[in-house]
């Protein structure tokens, strides 16, 4: 059980807009920054969004994160099959044994 | 070019050690915090530890705090996960992973870039 609580599946057609949840408490979403990653097929992870809606040099525009409370989520919109992939969120969690949480992962499929 | 490239994966006995090695390149090592971070196959990601730029500071996940010790050595650009009482459910894939800025604090960046990481198989 993760303490980051994602879907674990979510699906689209090409050009539409799929969101993706991550459920957390006060100690991890609700007082730090969220990051989401994106794992393509039989690669490592890949930083995608960064300090809750921020865009690294060379991701789409197409891919954008919003948080609010104890929650947070990815947008992709303008889906393409390119984008079907593991995608996880992830937080730092300020509780007694303070450490990095991840979400369990939504698999996205594009139909 | 930034790279980081693990090593030191295999196939052990439980209850017997290994260690790890993320041998980095293509920037200054010693600036930059760094992570070991794991998946299991088919599952997903778990974060295991994670040490500061200048060695000051270490944490670890429950699962394996007592068991495992992550150090660095800055004169060889190597970052090191040391894994006693290895268990089978410590089977998985092992990636190391920089911390996105340097001298950024560990717990309020992201991880960028990661390894194509080591697979550890615990098993009898």
């Known amino acids: 059980q993760s303490v980051l609580t994602q879907p674990p599946s979510a699906s689209g057609t090409p050009g539409q807009r799929v969101t993706i949840s991550c459920s957390g408490s006060?100690?991890?979403?609700?007082?730090?920054?969220v990051y989401w990653y994106q794992q393509l097929p039989g690669t490592a992870p890949k930083l995608l969004i960064y300090?809750?809606?921020q865009r690294p040099s060379g991701v789409p525009d197409r891919f954008s994160g919003s948080k609010s409370g104890t929650s947070a989520s990815l947008a992709i919109s303008g889906l393409r099959s390119e984008d079907e992939a593991d995608y996880y969120c992830?937080?730092?969690?300020?509780?007694?044994?303070?450490?990095?949480?991840f979400g369990g992962g939504t698999k996205l499929t594009v139909l | 070019h930034v790279q980081l490239v693990e090593s030191g994966g295999g196939v052990v006995q439980p209850g017997r050690s290994l260690r790890l090695s993320c041998a980095a390149s293509?920037?200054?090592?010693?600036?930059?915090?760094m992570h070991w971070v794991r998946q299991a196959p088919g599952k997903g990601l778990e974060w295991v530890a994670v040490?500061?730029?200048?060695?000051?500071?270490?944490y670890y996940a429950d699962s394996v705090k007592g068991r495992f010790t992550i150090s660095r050595d800055n004169s060889k650009n190597t970052l090191y996960l040391q894994m006693n009482s290895l268990r089978a459910e410590d089977t998985a894939v092992y990636y190391c992973?920089?911390?996105?800025?340097?001298?950024?604090?560990?717990?309020?960046?992201?991880?960028?870039?990661w390894g194509q990481g080591t697979l550890v198989t615990v098993s009898s």
């Open positions: 293509g920037f200054t090592f010693s600036s930059y915090g």
């Open positions: 992830a937080a730092w969690d300020d509780s007694l044994s303070a450490h990095w949480v």
């Open positions: 300090r809750n809606n």
């Open positions: 006060s100690s991890n979403i609700g007082s730090n920054y």
């Open positions: 992973a920089r911390v996105g800025g340097s001298y950024s604090d560990p717990r309020e960046t992201e991880f960028d870039p």
């Open positions: 040490i500061w730029y200048d060695g000051s500071n270490k």
